[in-house]
Nanobody, 134 residues
C-alpha cells in the first residue's frame, strides 16, 4: 500500500524556520518524484517544490525560491522541506505527493509549471498545518 506521511508543521513567528518531513512507503523511491504543495484558506492548492530523489534534481516555485530547501534521504525514503525566513503568507496546510517518473512530463523533462501541477501527482499524504504569526 502506497503511503505518504507528512509531519513537522506548527506555529512559528514571522522570520522563523520549520522543517517538514514526508515519509514514503509502499513504492520504490527511485521511480517517483516527490512534491510539496500548500493550500491556504480560500485559495487553490499550489505546488512549491519538488525533488527527483534518484538524481537529486530539485525545483522551486518563485514564491519560495531562496527561502525553502528540499532534500531527500533515500535510505529513509524521506523527503524534507526546510523552510526559512517564513512569512505570514506562508500559512497553509502543506501536503507531500508522489509522481511516477514514467509519465511523459518527467521522462521528457517538461519542467516549469508541469512539475507543480496537482494533476501530475498520483499519491498524496495528509496535510500538516503551518501557521506563521506576524
Amino acid at each position: 500500500e502506497v503511503q505518504l506521511q507528512a509531519s513537522g508543521g506548527g506555529l512559528v513567528q514571522n522570520g522563523g524556520s520549520l522543517r517538514l518531513s514526508c515519509v514514503a512507503s509502499g513504492f520504490s523511491f527511485d521511480d517517483y518524484a516527490i512534491g510539496w504543495f500548500r493550500q491556504a484558506p480560500g485559495k487553490a492548492r499550489a505546488g512549491i517544490s519538488c525533488i527527483r530523489p534518484i538524481d537529486s534534481s530539485t525545483y522551486y516555485a518563485d514564491s519560495v525560491k531562496g527561502r525553502f530547501t528540499i532534500s531527500s534521504d533515500n535510505a529513509k525514503n524521506t523527503v524534507y522541506l526546510q523552510m526559512n525566513s517564513l512569512k505570514p503568507e506562508d500559512t497553509a496546510v502543506y501536503y507531500c505527493a508522489a509522481a511516477e517518473l514514467s509519465s511523459s512530463v518527467w521522462k521528457e523533462n517538461y519542467g516549469g509549471s508541469y512539475y507543480f501541477s496537482s494533476d501530475e501527482y498520483d499519491y498524496w499524504g495528509q496535510g500538516t498545518q503551518v501557521t506563521v504569526s506576524s
